[in-house]
């Protein structure tokens, strides 16, 4: 974003003001963190409006969203998925209204690291358990936190990145025991992986992220079976 003309030259003098600050970009990306145009979000519902949904007026609800995710493109395939989130109860009750969703989610200065890592090996443990796991692949990855405080740069992407980089763990029978992998691998690795597998087609996020890749020469990030030993 633009910095105004009228901003402090200096963040030890005061607070950057920017031409458009927001959390939607001029061109409708959302460039910062947004509530669920859906209940349970923390963004409560309008007065006297449809209480399954998010205040629609409020800046801080996503409007809904139409594009393909991987769970359209495998369902299109007759793949099937599921997909899981802890607290849920939580959020229903507390509505944005409290910090119970917050038990276990490792974040910086409300949280703590030790209780977030025993729910991990917890629920890891228990998947191992289960007749699924001879062809089970669990990614335990994070969006930020390490990554505060890398000393290496970023290679260069699109316009939304890569940033710096954060802890990524791939646990299953076929993973390469013992080897930490060096290959590049972002986020959307996870995405490239399940198309690759399921040969689907690829969502529109990694065809732009692929192209911005190429513009620069370079190739875009792996699908995570550098990783892998299949036997």
Not at 12 to 36: E, H, Q
């Amino acid at each position: 974003m633009a910095v105004a003309a009228d901003s402090p030259p200096s963040a030890t003098d005061g607070k950057p003001i920017f031409v458009n600050d927001g959390a939607i970009s001029p061109d409708g990306y959302a460039v910062n963190s947004m509530a669920p145009p859906y209940q349970p979000s923390y963004v409560r519902p309008a007065g006297g409006g449809d209480p399954r949904l998010a205040d629609p007026t409020d800046p801080n609800t996503l409007p809904p969203q139409s594009h393909k995710t991987i769970g359209d493109l495998r369902s299109e395939k007759s793949v099937s998925w599921a997909w899981y989130g802890g607290a849920w109860q939580a959020a229903l009750e507390a509505k944005g209204g409290g910090r119970k969703p917050n038990f276990l989610n490792l974040h910086a200065g409300y949280s703590d690291v030790e209780s977030g890592d025993q729910h991990v090996a917890n629920v890891l443990e228990h998947l191992k358990k289960s007749p699924q796991w001879k062809n089970m692949l669990v990614v335990i990855t994070f969006d930020e936190n390490g990554g505060w405080w890398d000393h290496v740069a970023p290679p260069m992407g699109d316009r939304w990145g890569p940033g710096s980089r954060v802890a990524a763990i791939v646990a299953s029978p076929y993973a390469k025991k013992g080897a930490v992998h060096h290959s590049f691998y972002d986020t959307t690795s996870i995405l490239r992986f399940i198309t690759r597998l399921h040969d689907l087609p690829h969502l529109e996020g990694l065809v732009t992220r692929n192209a911005a890749f190429a513009a620069r020469g370079a190739l875009p990030p792996g699908d995570l079976t550098g990783a892998l030993s299949f036997r």
